[in-house]
């Protein structure tokens, strides 16, 4: 298949941008990038998918979600224990709807992998088969972990690491380019986090990724042990580096594990000094736009550190479990890709694209997403699943939960504007 013609932007710590650009897929890997009219002529039997006036861009990688959770929007759940309730009472049947439903409104935001943590304590033998059937049913990529937490039971924790390993080892066998299994553990204290890392590195060995949730209550100068990893260990990924102490922070980065964080306000705490990805948590599945209230007075680091935050960091580990050149739009590297239908009205060039990303191009209304190669959405329609029926089972799941919860789902939230108390 040829892409084009169209703007191609390259992806990777120095994008360059490429005028009246095709390219060129072959299977699940990108086999040519170069001028449109050249790779027409060469291959004039490939069907074209037409790009005309769209910028191609790498797809996004989500580094830390909770997917199951798409079924809260609208309970406006603030607190750790009412999350933990919320988890409780998911069945399987909600899981995989909720995943599909989550998973949907990633892939209209142009995101083709996601790093997934999970817990579900009332089906949690049956929870990861639901996740991996509703990712391959959407046709995105997924890592994903059953997360084992401090505040477990001891016969709990040990269940949860068992799955979560016996359920990787179980994908690799599948030798499926779309999904992994990964090593999940959650914890609130630094002695916590230390028993539960050895833990997890331990069930994971040399074969599966860790993926830590952090919700320490840490300061920033407490102290993190200086050896933790055993050899051969892979790259872990760690959700909520602004909650981490900063030896830790230094240690991660220094083994090659990847950092992730949520919210504009984190990030900004820790973007300029911390290589960090972006992660949607149990938010919007789009990545952060940049805060409108500091456009005007941003400099060039923070432009191009929220550039590197959304196709950089994430796309760095994401190239252990699922491909070197994942991020990127060059010859081998997979076939991710996301159409975006952006006609800027002023020079978009290896010189501006930072800027553009950061005032525009990231809200751009998203007309193609491939993944390995598959066509997912075109002309601006999700083409894998139905997303009616998807819209539905998952309204039907949500209020069974909310039921579970003893939520009234007619009962506003709030008071109608200019009402008195």
Request: contains cysteine; glycine residues 10%.
């Amino acid at each position: 298949m040829i892409i084009g013609p169209c703007t191609v932007v390259t992806g990777g710590p120095a994008p360059a941008v490429l005028d009246d650009a095709a390219v060129r897929v072959v299977g699940a890997h990108i086999a040519q990038v170069g001028p449109a009219g050249s790779i027409a002529a060469a291959h004039p039997d490939d069907t074209l998918w037409p790009a005309r006036g769209h910028v191609l861009l790498p797809g996004l990688i989500d580094a830390h979600a909770h997917l199951a959770r798409h079924l809260a929007r609208g309970l406006a759940l603030r607190s750790r224990d009412a999350w933990d309730r919320y988890d409780a009472a998911l069945s399987p049947d909600d899981v995989h709807w909720a995943v599909v439903a989550a998973l949907v409104e990633g892939l209209r935001h142009g995101v083709t992998t996601v790093c997934d943590f999970h817990r579900s304590p009332g089906c949690l033998d049956r929870a990861l088969p639901e996740i991996v059937a509703a990712a391959t049913k959407v046709g995105v990529r997924v890592a994903t972990c059953y997360g084992a937490c401090e505040s477990d039971p001891p016969a709990a924790r040990e269940a949860a690491f068992d799955e979560s390993a016996a359920f990787a080892r179980d994908l690799a066998r599948r030798r499926s380019g779309r999904l992994r299994g990964m090593v999940g553990v959650r914890a609130g204290t630094l002695a916590g986090l230390d028993r539960l890392v050895h833990r997890s590195l331990e069930a994971a060995g040399t074969s599966q990724a860790v993926h830590v949730d952090l919700v320490l209550d840490a300061t920033p100068a407490e102290r993190w042990p200086d050896a933790l990893w055993p050899p051969g260990a892979l790259p872990a990924m760690w959700a909520h580096a602004e909650r981490a102490p900063r030896g830790l922070l230094g240690a991660v980065q220094a083994r090659g594990d990847a950092l992730s964080a949520t919210g504009i306000a984190a990030a900004a705490a820790l973007g300029l000094e911390t290589d960090l990805a972006w992660g949607s948590d149990a938010g919007l599945h789009a990545p952060p736009a940049p805060d409108a209230s500091h456009a005007a007075g941003a400099d060039r680091m923070q432009v191009e550190a929220h550039y590197a935050r959304v196709w950089v960091h994430g796309a760095r580990w994401a190239a252990e479990p699922f491909g070197r050149g994942i991020g990127t739009i060059a010859p081998g590297a997979p076939a991710d890709l996301m159409l975006v239908d952006y006609r800027p009205a002023t020079e978009f060039s290896s010189a501006t694209v930072f800027d553009h990303l950061w005032s525009g191009l990231l809200r751009a209304p998203v007309a193609g997403v491939m993944v390995c190669g598959e066509v997912l959405v075109d002309n601006g329609q999700v083409v894998s699943v139905d997303e009616r029926e998807v819209a539905a089972r998952a309204r039907e799941c949500a209020a069974r939960v909310w039921t579970r919860l003893d939520v009234d789902a007619h009962r506003p939230m709030t008071r109608p504007m200019g009402t008195q108390r």
